[in-house]
């Protein structure tokens, strides 16, 4: 058995299988997911796991590049937000590389996150409370 890290089997593996610039969305447990997207249902009940969980699970085992969230999360949840952003420094520093923030409408985030490789369901239930991923490489 697996003791450290993430120990979601198809979690991950998700995380193992991602490479340059592959995205990986996580997101709260209303954003519409494809049917033929590859995600990782975490959601027990409303809040369990939260986003903030979920993101810190996955940016502890992936490289960060850049990062994609809707702008409508500044206004409509900003306790996440700053939330993010102090732990986007915080990871900025760990891995010594600035990351690229950007913004985007709601229904942009929704279309851009079509070309996710995969998808983290977290049972967060506040609003905007999704993030798109671009994965880096450390070297």
Do not use: W
């Not at 940016?59 to 590049?65: A, G, K, L, R, T």
């Not at 913004?103 to 996150?113: A, G, R």
Request: with cysteine.
């Amino acid at each position: 058995m697996k003791k450290v890290g993430i120990l979601n089997a198809h979690l991950s593996h998700v995380i193992a299988t991602l490479g340059h610039t592959d995205l990986l969305t996580i997101c709260d447990a209303g954003l519409p997911i494809p049917k033929q997207a590859d995600c990782v249902d975490l959601a027990l009940t409303p809040g369990i796991p939260s986003f903030l969980a979920s993101f810190d699970a996955v940016i502890s085992e992936c490289f960060v590049e850049k990062v994609i969230l809707a702008e409508e999360i500044k206004q409509k949840n900003p306790l996440i937000h700053n939330a993010l952003l102090q732990r986007l420094e915080q990871l900025s520093k760990q891995q010594n590389n600035q990351i690229e923030i950007d913004y985007v409408s709601h229904t942009e985030f929704k279309q851009l996150s079509q070309a996710s490789k995969g998808f983290v369901r977290s049972g967060e239930c506040t609003p905007y409370a999704n993030i798109i991923i671009s994965c880096g490489v450390p070297f």
